[in-house]
């Protein structure tokens, strides 16, 4: 269930992200140009007028206008749910000093090893050569 979770939000964060940046592409203003298009084209520039003029591109339909835009919402809240996160965590310092105080005390140290005779023979033991 982990997994359907984690691809579920994988698809909305994808899709949220991708509508942010097609959004000033097909959104279009009252006055029919594509977003922002009104601000660029005011000054009336005759190099700017075949851009201004240029038929619109891309143009999306209402649903998929309102399903991206939930998307985008989506991604935005992940992202300061995240951020909120983050800073509500203890700082490192205030965290090392409460784990120096819940820590047991150290251990004894182990014996050490015993030393074992090298080999004098590989492979089958016992076997006369």
């Known amino acids: 269930m982990n ?4 691809h579920i ?6 899709a949220g992200l991708g509508y942010m940046v097609l959004w000033p592409i097909t959104a279009d203003d009252l006055s029919g140009q ?3 298009g009104s601000l660029l084209c ?3 520039s005759e190099w700017l007028d075949s851009l201004c003029n240029f038929a619109h591109p891309l143009r999306l339909p209402p649903g998929l206008h309102a399903l991206g835009f939930m998307s985008a919402v989506f991604v935005a809240a992940r992202l300061l749910v995240g951020a909120v996160k983050r800073s509500r965590r203890a700082s490192p310092s ?8 819940d820590e047991p005390p150290p251990r004894k140290p ?3 090893l015993r030393q074992i005779k090298p080999r004098t ?4 033991r016992g076997i006369p050569r």
């Open 3 to 6: 997994r359907i979770k984690d």
């Open 121 to 124: 023979q590989f492979g089958l």
């Open 9 to 14: 939000c994988f698809a909305a964060c994808f």
């Open 34 to 36: 594509s977003f922002g």
């Open 94 to 101: 205030v965290a090392a000093v409460v784990r120096m105080a």
């Open 110 to 112: 182990r014996p050490p």
């Open 42 to 44: 005011r000054g009336g």
